[in-house]
Nanobody, 119 residues
Framework: QVQLVESGGGLVQAGGSLRLSCAAS????????RGWFRQPPGKEREFVASITWSGGNTYYADSVKGRFTISRDNAKNTVYLQMNSLKPEDTAVYYC????????????WGQGTQVTVSS
């Protein structure tokens, strides 16, 4: 079974930047897409961004468009989330997940990485 491991979270001031990484370990597999989700304190988990593995098509939540960029490194089987112009409302635990095939639910959730943006 594949495991996804996130890294790169931390504490940053508003307006700053962070880059998250999502590496796959265990049985090598290529999912249809990989995505980033986040769960702010006291709220439900929400979609942030996703990227299809073969075509590199990207999708973003309206709240992060123009500030966040998702990318992938095929050779490393790793997905990144570059986060710029961070706001306090971006504070959340960020999770990586894989979508095995088109129209299927995301799964194989990572353990999450904390991102805290101070004002």
């Amino acid at each position: 079974q594949v495991q996804l491991v996130e890294s790169g979270g931390g504490l940053v001031q508003a307006g700053g930047s962070l880059r998250l990484s999502c590496a796959a370990s265990g049985r090598t597999f290529r999912s249809y897409a990989r995505g980033w989700f986040r769960q702010p304190p006291g709220k439900e988990r929400e979609f942030v961004a996703s990227i299809t593995w073969s075509g590199g098509n990207t999708y973003y939540a309206d709240s992060v468009k123009g500030r966040f960029t998702i990318s992938r490194d095929n050779a490393k089987n790793t997905v990144y989330l570059q986060m710029n112009s961070l706001k306090p409302e971006d504070t959340a635990v960020y999770y990586c997940a894989a979508q095995p095939k088109i129209h299927q639910d995301f799964g194989s959730w990572g353990q999450g990485t904390q991102v805290t943006v101070s004002s």
